[in-house]
């Protein structure tokens, strides 16, 4: 039995995404970023990093959403979605969310979590953070629009653990000032996403368990 | 045969010692980034986000380091270097990189290439990310000391794409600020890793093409 710690409107939910897909026996747990539940004694025994999402198994904790995807998708081999047995196609799938997570999703947290990276009291370096944000977020998702999403899923024809992922990340682009215009295809792939039984689980499941 | 594109003091060496430690059959060639060769139309079309590393296969181009050496593991299966057949374990090796491309990197990267995050001009704003970097990169490093390291090698006995990363990343830290004494585990893996054939062979080639 799996059991997912997440927080609302984060990149857990691209997990919780896929062990909707997989039909995993799980269950969730929701940390409540408003009380920083994330940093509390209780939390950092599961995570130490102090953040979601982390995935509790039978063999111990797992963190990183790009390590939990493909650990998902590996335990549920049938549904093939980080195409492992072919190391060139698997290469992409993973050079495709180390890109989310370490660009993508860092420019994105400049817009809120700048204290990572400048002292919290600087309040012109925070600002000068979120000035940049809809630039270099939109930069990232310009170039998934045109050299990285295939059509009709991330890696082409096949839907893998990259779709739910840039889903996930796709849910921000307006609130980081991002014009959805110039980005047309990573707009109607998140449309898409958004008609899925299993992401529409996931949000419902998260949502009913409050912000 | 793979062609590896890499540059001088980058984390482009971690796959560079991969690929020497599995035997390979291999080429690289060196991008100057003093003339900005990785934004150069020729280099471009290789790798449209202008970065290194980059690896030309017969079946195209790969990016991104973790996809890269999980690519070059599971291309020579006998030296089992992702424990890929053990999904836990597998997924352990996966957060870890990933916790070094998305952390640990992106915390030095606010050093030298603050103009991602904020107005290139804005030269309060660069300073103020240049001395975080101490706070950022050492506690990233404390995190890998006290939570992650588990040795001698990252995953325990087993060796693997874990610690040839590690040790790309562990050559910056004094540059960055971070005193070594406070991680003598990242230190001694690292003076250990230095001693490895596979190391010094990826090392010696890129110093002897120049800086």
Redesign the interface.
């Known amino acids: 039995m799996l059991e997912l710690f997440y927080a609302a409107h984060t990149c857990s939910l691209a997990t919780h995404i896929v062990l909707e897909e997989v039909g995993a026996e799980y269950s969730t747990k929701r940390i409540d970023f408003g009380s920083a539940q994330q940093r509390s004694a209780e939390y950092m025994k599961i995570n130490?990093?102090g953040r979601v999402p982390a995935l509790v198994?039978d063999?111990?904790v797992?963190?990183?959403?790009?390590?939990?995807l493909?650990?998902v998708a590996?335990?549920f081999p049938d549904a093939n979605l980080a195409l492992?047995d072919d190391?060139?196609a698997?290469?992409?799938?993973?050079?495709f969310n180390?890109?989310l997570?370490?660009h993508l999703?860092?420019?994105h947290a400049?817009r809120m979590r700048g204290y990572?990276?400048?002292?919290p009291d600087?309040a012109?370096?925070i600002a000068?953070?979120q000035?940049?944000v809809p630039e270099?977020v939109g930069g990232a998702f310009d170039?998934i629009e045109?050299?990285m999403l295939k059509g009709p899923w991330v890696m082409g024809e096949r839907y893998t653990i990259c779709d739910p992922y840039l889903f996930t990340l796709a849910q921000w682009l307006e609130a980081d000032g991002v014009d959805p215009n110039r980005i047309p295809k990573v707009v109607d792939h998140r449309r898409r996403m958004s008609e899925r039984p299993g992401v529409r689980n996931a949000i419902a499941e998260e949502l009913a368990q409050g912000e």
Request: proline fraction near 6%; charge should be positive.
């Open positions: 130490p990093k198994t063999r111990g797992l963190t990183e959403t790009p390590a939990m493909v650990f590996q335990s492992i190391p060139f698997f290469a992409q799938v993973q050079a180390s890109y997570c370490s999703h860092v420019a400049h990572r990276w400048v002292d600087d012109h370096s000068a953070m000035r940049k270099s170039l045109r050299e």
